[in-house]
């Protein structure tokens, strides 16, 4: 019977050309992923200016948020992402040690980011399904937390990869690096946007 | 022990499975995973056609005696959530993309092949999901458009495994828009610009920056879509103070660009195969791309003349109405290319052109119905009517499932080394368009006479041009018989192809029929010109080509 199979070929040939050498596209695909992802991010913003636009909160509804907290929580965003950038820069001299420590903080940094967002869940006097805004709080600063999460959780696995002499991530080896570290700035202007429009506005 | 054992022989590679079963597996060939979606994609076709079968022999009569109206809703929704996501989409974009893109950049590969298998085994856990959520506790009934507060007030379970499936899907499509933009502009072979790219790269660009821009839109809603479910918080529910407008905002945001994204690509398989079945170059390359590029942008910007009914201010009506009639002429333009290349030409109508002319005459059609149903007065007359149901049936059945067939019976050869028979194929052509045009032409009658769509009860005055309707859609279910009858006949005993029996100029048949496992067994051949057809000097356009 005849199927539907390409040519096998010769294992001769086959070595011959079983690599096709070109440069590393995986940050531009990255950057593709980080685009869409913002678009969800889009959407969901763009939902919450129209609801604040078009439904009015009912009076009795309480929904109040306080300043401190989160804006501590943007500090600590924006550092985090300078001790990444810092950490990059002793990876780039081969300096492991170094580039861990700095890993380590910005790692602490998103770490103390979700307790903190933890503590404001759990002191805002409303819940989930009180109101219209209360819900589209709640989901908009999840699923930022979500990221928040992931990112963190990433950035683990880069510290313990950049560790020597065993680890697979150096200065030979940058790409999980240069993603962990495009991703979490993504993750950091997303917030700033966020802490905008649902803090300031 | 003995070093017989070359350092490249990896004992992976001695695992993946050959011979058919290759296409069960976990492959990273772009060539397996392309037919992988075509084969998967054809299976959920048959479903969803015997699903729209189920809907036609209940319109028959005008109580519903054939099934519950519980039942048909289910049947509704699977139908349009199943031929949509999982038939045109993964194989207009997936199936020939995957398939064609490579080659026609140069390369061996896509860009991320390990991603793109992912993708594509996204499709078969969300679709059986799907389908089985029938089987639970009944499958979501509230349309393949799952408006609120019809989705909220519905059966959760269904829903929620609705808007499951279509993550999924979702996600599988965002994977392979990112690793199409990133093979055609990244990894075309060096030397070949980006205006020396057959009409398809620049179709598939399109497609891909749609994808990547609309459809996590549509995600996002679904999860606040599937919260208002399960936790009961409010966003799109009025009563809790929710609004329902914005998710038709946020929902059509995605799913007009999908109409794009399910006919973009099918624009540019035409442009592939008109070419070579009438020998004259295609007419109008650059504004071929300028018009995808415009079609693109605008198709971004016209989601709310969905929602001429919804209560839009009168501004938001008329900016939309004039933004939909735009896209008009960049459609105009390609319609007005496509009759140019055949203008003069030599045709040979085979059944891959008779598909095409299919296209161009049925996409007209489904175009002019488009652009009458931009203008406010004449859709709020006839917005969720037959009328509607007609105009995009002609525009993703008449147009893309049209191309579909076309593109089966030009690239078969390709894809399996055999020839299927003509004289079949043209007579599937010939009963697809009598069932086709039967099926879907009185629909525009009954939505003008006030005919309402997605409901199983009707007025007896429309039974006998329902009736006439189903006839056509028995008449399209027969025709798939001698499409597949050819094409079990030529897989097993079809004449050889050879490398090239249309004698083309595209990249991809400047290989052997089935293409070797890495495309080419030298360097990919340089097409700069590849629609150089009736020219005196096509054949040293092809430089590079051994």
């Known amino acids: 019977m005849t199927s539907i199979v390409p040519k096998e070929q010769s294992s001769e040939s086959k070595k011959d050309l079983s690599t096709e050498e070109h440069e590393d596209f995986r940050l531009f695909g990255l950057i593709a992923f980080l685009i869409a992802d913002g678009m969800t991010f889009a959407g969901f913003f763009a939902a919450y200016l129209t609801f604040k636009a078009v439904n009015p909160i009912s009076p009795d509804a309480i929904y109040e948020l306080e300043l401190p907290l ?61 109101n219209l805004f209360a819900s589209t709080f709640y989901a908009l600063t999840g699923f930022h937390g979500l990221h928040v999460t992931l990112g963190s959780i990433m950035i683990m696995i880069i510290w313990w990869q950049t560790r020597v002499p065993s680890g697979r991530v150096n200065n030979e080896n940058k790409f999980p690096f240069e993603a962990v570290e495009l991703y979490w700035h993504f993750v950091d202007g997303i917030w700033v946007v966020l802490f905008i429009i649902l803090y300031l506005l | 022990m003995t070093i017989s054992l070359k350092p490249n022989d990896s004992p992976p590679e001695k695992l993946q499975p050959t011979g058919w079963l290759k296409y069960l597996s976990f492959s990273l060939d772009h060539k397996v995973i392309g037919l992988q979606y ?85 499709i078969p856990p969300s679709g059986l999901m799907l389908i089985t959520s029938y089987f639970i506790n009944g499958a979501a009934q509230s349309g393949w458009t799952a408006y609120p507060p019809l989705s909220i007030t519905t059966p959760a379970a269904g829903q929620i495994i609705w808007i499951l499936s279509v993550l999924l899907l979702g996600g599988s499509s965002i994977f392979g828009g990112i690793n199409f933009i990133a093979t055609i502009l990244k990894l075309r072979r060096p030397g070949l610009k980006l205006m020396q790219l057959p009409m398809y790269c620049w179709a598939m660009l399109g497609t891909s920056i749609l994808v990547v821009l609309s459809t996590p839109v549509l995600a996002g809603t679904l999860i606040l879509l599937s919260f208002d479910i399960v936790a009961h918080t409010g966003f799109f529910n009025p009563s809790l103070g929710g609004n329902v407008i914005v998710y038709q905002h946020l929902f059509w945001f995605y799913s007009h660009p999908a109409v794009y994204i399910m006919v973009l690509p099918a624009f540019g398989l035409v442009s592939e195969i008109l070419p070579i079945h009438s020998r004259k170059p295609l007419f109008g390359y650059t504004t071929m791309v300028f018009s995808i590029m415009g079609i693109v942008v605008l198709g971004l910007v016209v989601w709310a003349h969905h929602m001429f009914t919804s209560g839009t201010p009168p501004w938001m009506r008329l900016f939309f109405t004039i933004a939909t009639a735009f896209i008009a002429v960049p459609t105009g333009i390609k319609f007005f290319n496509w009759v140019a290349t055949l203008w003069g030409g030599k045709i040979s109508l085979n059944a ?11 996409f007209v059609l489904g175009g002019i119905t488009g652009v009458a149903l931009a203008q406010v007065p004449f859709d709020v007359h006839v917005h969720d009517t037959y009328f509607v149901v007609a105009h995009f049936h002609y525009i993703v059945y ?123 067994e030298g360097d990919a051949p340089l097409v700069i010109e590849p629609y150089g057809y009736g020219e005196k000097n096509s054949n040293k356009i092809q430089e590079g080509m051994k």
């Open chain 2, 352 to 362: 891959a052109m008779l598909f095409s002319c299919g296209f161009i005459i049925n």
């Open chain 1, 70 to 130: 989160p804006t501590l929580n943007t500090v600590l965003l924006l550092v985090s992402s300078f001790t990444f950038h810092r950490a990059g820069k002793f990876l780039e001299k081969n300096e492991s040690k170094q580039c861990q420590k700095w890993l380590l903080i910005t790692g602490s940094l998103g770490l103390a980011f979700l307790i903190s967002q933890m503590f404001e869940y759990f002191t805002l006097p409303f819940g989930l399904t009180d």
């Open chain 2, 398 to 520: 008449g147009g893309s499932v049209f191309v579909i067939f076309s593109s089966i019976y030009h690239w078969f050869p390709k894809f399996t080394g055999k020839m299927l028979n003509e004289n079949l194929g043209r007579f599937h052509f010939i009963i697809t368009f009598i069932g086709f045009n039967l099926c879907f032409a009185p629909q525009h009658w009954l939505g003008l006479n006030g005919m309402p769509r997605r409901v199983a009860e009707y007025d007896p005055q429309f039974q006998v041009i329902n009736q006439i309707s189903s006839v056509g859609a028995l008449l399209m279910a027969l025709s798939t018989l001698p499409f597949l009858w050819n094409i079990l006949q030529s897989i097993l005993y079809g004449d050889k192809a050879g490398d090239n029996p249309w004698n083309a100029l595209t990249p991809e048949w400047l290989t052997s029929s089935p293409p070797p496992v890495e495309n080419w």
């Open chain 2, 38 to 122: 075509l084969v998967c994609g054809f299976l959920f076709y048959l479903i969803g056609g015997s699903l729209a079968g189920a809907i036609r022999v209940e319109l028959t009569s005008p109580l519903s005696d054939f099934m519950p109206r519980e039942v048909y809703n289910q049947v509704l929704t699977l139908h349009g959530t199943i031929m949509i996501f999982l038939w045109i989409v993964p194989v207009v974009n997936g199936a020939f993309g995957n398939y064609l893109i490579p080659f026609y950049v140069g390369a061996r590969d896509m860009a991320f092949p390990r991603l793109n298998a992912v993708a594509f085994w996204l």
